[in-house]
């Protein structure tokens, strides 16, 4: 609604202000307040929603183009988690406090704040829209953009009923599929130690050599966050050329079942394609959801 009626900035600065509180809630909170942390981790959610949704918006403004747009976006975002890994770095290995990691990571976020008060823009779009830079600042111009029966888009700015969306069957549908995806991505990635450790007790009762997990978590670490890159061609082609209603979420279920059952297979090398795959099927269910969200 905020994107709908204001623009993405409004959307974009509330979440940035969110992340900001979490970061701040993380570093000096009592560890043993029991609100605390939830408080955080909502604060983070919330607040990457409202920044990714507003900046994925612009999106639609690209035309066919669009889900190369938001594969980019998605892939940038996955990068970004990276932050949160070299967090962790810094406190396990480097002897850092809470205080300073989440204070940095806080500090960095206020300075993109700032640059995107300035750098995007304010007022709301709608298809047909010219997006430019001037000035180091995305400027929206309106054009006069029409339907396919020739009725003037800008005169259809009223807002859509977001309770009379939410109730319909294919919001219903669409929302249960990514929830799903979603679902089965998170226990991987919040399971893959014990998936890893499962797999090497597996491979040697079976008589073969195991392998050491603790490169393995990093291998599929680095996977989630990189090689999404590769499937940025993938999918933007194939919603050019097949677009957005079915073709995605097909691809996204049939990548879904085939890491799934790459798990099955007793052997090292499937663990791999487990990893690539399954940053494959992220990346599709991620860019599927904003490209029909934003």
Excluded at 49 to 78: D, E, K, P, Q, W
Excluded at 129 to 134: G, M, P, T
Excluded at 146 to 171: F, I
Excluded at 248 to 257: D, G, M
């Amino acid at each position: 609604f905020i994107i709908d009626a204001v623009g993405p900035k409004l959307s974009i600065v509330l979440g940035m202000t969110l992340t900001i509180a979490g970061s701040f809630t993380m570093a000096f909170a009592d560890p043993e307040n029991p609100w605390a942390w939830p408080a955080a981790y909502m604060a983070y959610g919330m607040g990457g929603i409202l920044a990714h949704v507003g900046s994925f918006s612009l999106c639609n403004l690209f035309g066919r183009a669009r889900g190369m747009v938001v594969s980019c976006y998605f892939v940038t975002a996955s990068l970004s988690a990276f932050t949160f890994q070299l967090g962790y770095l810094f406190y396990d290995l480097y002897g850092l406090s809470r205080q300073v990691v989440f204070t940095a990571h806080a500090t960095l976020v206020l300075v993109n704040l700032v640059c995107s008060s300035w750098f995007w823009p304010a007022r709301a779009l709608v298809h047909g829209d010219k997006l430019s830079l001037l000035g180091a600042r995305l400027v929206v111009t309106h054009t006069d953009a029409k339907d396919e029966a020739g009725v003037d888009l800008h005169g259809q700015r009223s807002r859509p009923s977001v309770c009379a969306a939410m109730r319909s069957w294919k919001y219903v549908g669409f929302a249960l599929f990514h929830a799903v995806q979603i679902w089965i991505n998170r226990c991987l990635m919040g399971w893959i130690e014990a998936e890893l450790q499962w797999k090497d007790n597996t491979l040697r009762a079976a008589g073969a050599d195991g392998f050491n997990v603790a490169p393995q978590v990093e291998i599929f670490n680095l996977c989630q966050s990189f090689t999404g890159i590769l499937a940025l061609p993938v999918f933007g082609k194939m919603t050019a050329a097949l677009g957005h209603q079915i073709a995605p979420f097909l691809a996204t279920a049939a990548l879904s079942v085939a890491w799934l059952s790459l798990l099955l297979v007793n052997t090292e090398w499937a663990m791999f394609l487990v990893y690539v795959v399954s940053t494959f099927h992220r990346q599709f269910f991620f860019s599927t959801y904003l490209f029909v969200v934003a």
